[in-house]
């Protein structure tokens, strides 16, 4: 009977979650929209107890303020539009790979041993390939070798800390799984203070709202 309501429970959430993922979007297929930002910034708002009183506060996404870029040409300015663009249409992929790294992580935590998580491992290196490959043939060669460098950016936060955790046969395979897909390694540097600073400063702002 137990297994019987533990099937119909599953099906109830199962049916839901089905009816989204065939609604769904993905950002490789959505259109870019150069005028607007990509992601909504996030506004909280709230009280504190100060002196006896409740003041209240309002919290904000951080503001990015660089210098106005410079540009010599018109290919200058080109690149550049090309860049904005790029970040615009795999940030969210690479942020989708960092999800999946975290509930990946945190899912190993509940397994019994080795033999459990690399099991499972494979299954999430299967499901990868399967789910990942068709859609990053959307993407051109330059947002392909972007995006690389974005889930290295993103795994490199506190998650990327989880990852190093791992065991090191199932990190292998995480990252395996990944450069089979994107055809390269995810071990690619991200230089946020040399080569890659102006995709720094544009990662930030359109994170922000701002772009």
């Known amino acids: 009977m137990r297994l019987l309501q533990l099937e119909i429970a599953m099906m109830v959430v199962a049916v839901p979650l089905a009816v989204a993922a065939q609604n769904r979007v993905n950002p490789e297929d959505r259109e870019v929209d150069m005028d607007h930002p990509s992601f909504v910034p996030t506004v909280k708002m ?15 996404n951080n503001v990015y303020v660089f210098p106005a870029p410079e540009f010599k040409n018109e290919k ?10 790029n970040v ?6 690479a942020k989708e790979a960092n999800k999946i790294i ?8 509940t397994l019994p041993n080795k033999k459990a998580k690399d099991a499972h491992m494979k299954l999430v290196e299967k499901d ?4 990942y490959t068709p859609r990053m043939k959307k993407l051109t060669y330059s947002q392909g070798k972007l995006l690389i460098k974005l889930i290295y950016r993103e795994c490199n936060s506190s998650s990327y800390q989880l990852i190093q955790s791992f065991l090191g046969p199932v990190k292998a395979g995480f990252y395996q799984a ?6 390269a390694s995810l071990k690619k540097d991200y230089d946020a203070q040399g080569e890659d600073k102006m995709t720094e400063q544009v990662v930030l702002q359109v994170e922000a709202g701002q772009l």
């Open 102 to 109: 975290i509930e990946t992580y945190e899912y190993l935590e």
């Open 178 to 183: 990944f450069a089979w897909v994107f055809g």
């Open 88 to 93: 615009k249409k795999v940030l969210p992929i």
């Open 76 to 85: 200058q300015r080109q690149k550049y539009n090309k860049l904005v663009y």
């Open 128 to 131: 990868i390939k399967e789910r």
């Open 46 to 60: 709230g009280d504190i107890s100060y002196g006896g009183e409740q003041i209240p506060y309002i919290e904000t």
